[in-house]
C-alpha cells in the first residue's frame, strides 16, 4: 500500500487571521464604540426632554377639558386641586424631571400676565410647575435652555 503525503507548504493557504488584520478589526470596533458612547448623554437629555413636553402637552388637554367642561379654566386654588384629583385619579401632580425646585409642586398666579420661569437655578426650594388661575397656562418653572437650546418655561 502506498501512501501520498501532499505538500501544504505550495498551497499558500492559512487557517487564522493575521495580527494586521486582528489589529484592524478592533481599531473599527474601538472607533464605533467612540461615537456610540458619545451619542449616550444626548439620547438620555432627550429624553427627558420629550418626556417633559409630554407631560405638559398631557396637562393642558386636561385643563381644556376642564374648560369645555366648565366654561372657564380652574380659576381658584380649590377648582385647581379638584381639577387635579379628578384628572389624576388621585395621584399627585406630575414630577418636573428639570430644576431642582419641588418636583411635584405647582405655584399658582392670578394676574394674567404670560408667564416666565424663576431662573435658571428653577428657584431653588420652588415648586417647578406655574399655573395662572386667570389665563389657564401652565408652564415648568425653570429659565434655562435645554439641550436643544429652547428654554424649558417657553415650552
Keep these: ?47 427627558t426632554d420629550d418626556g417633559l413636553k409630554q407631560t405638559l402637552s398631557t396637562i393642558r388637554d386636561a385643563l381644556d377639558l376642564w374648560k369645555a367642561e366648565n366654561g372657564r ?9 379638584e381639577f387635579l384629583s379628578a384628572r389624576l385619579r ?31 437655578t428653577g428657584g431653588s426650594g420652588l415648586p417647578m410647575w406655574k399655573y395662572d388661575l386667570t389665563t389657564g397656562e401652565i408652564i415648568v418653572n425653570y429659565h434655562a435652555p435645554s439641550p436643544s437650546g429652547e428654554f424649558y418655561d417657553e415650552w
Design 90 to 120: 388621585g395621584q399627585k401632580f406630575p414630577s418636573c424631571p428639570v430644576g431642582n425646585g419641588v418636583p411635584n409642586g405647582v405655584y399658582t398666579v392670578s394676574d394674567g400676565t404670560p408667564l416666565a420661569g424663576t431662573g435658571g
Design 1 to 47: 500500500m502506498d501512501y501520498v503525503c501532499a505538500d501544504d507548504s505550495s498551497a499558500g493557504n492559512s487557517a487564522g487571521f493575521t495580527l494586521v488584520e486582528l489589529v484592524v478589526v478592533v481599531l473599527i470596533i474601538g472607533i464605533l464604540a467612540t461615537v456610540a458612547v458619545q451619542k449616550l448623554p444626548n439620547l438620555s437629555a432627550t429624553a
Design 73 to 81: 379654566y380652574p380659576s381658584t386654588v380649590a377648582d385647581f386641586q
